[in-house]
């Protein structure tokens, strides 16, 4: 079983930044691709970015130049460095891990852009 723990989400005013973690519990991050999805209120998840197993990167247009997903393997983590927030970004951020046929998710991370 893969445990994925958050942290690093709070409030931020417009403009500001954030860094978002993930740590897995397990040896087979390095084997993962991983993401990151949110969730606002009325809507569905949706996929933010995602990096292979080998470092290949996707964002979604609305996160293109401000946001960067970057993997330590080692560490077993990944991480989201987010720029230039705006109100829109508000979200439960979740880290995903797909392994296989498998896919595993954290309890997810609250992220305010407010003023």
Known sequence: ????????????????????????????????????????????????TFITRIGTTTYADSVKGRFTISRDNPKNTVYLQMNSLKSEDTAVYYC????GAYDYWGQGTQVTVSS
Not at 10 to 28: E, F
């Open 1 to 48: 079983q893969v445990q994925l723990a958050e942290s690093g989400g709070g409030l931020v005013q417009p403009g500001g930044s954030l860094k978002l973690s993930c740590v897995a519990s397990t040896s087979i991050f390095s084997r993962a691709d991983m993401g990151w999805y949110r969730q606002s209120p009325g809507k569905q998840r949706e996929l933010v």
């Open 96 to 99: 995903n891990a797909h392994y």
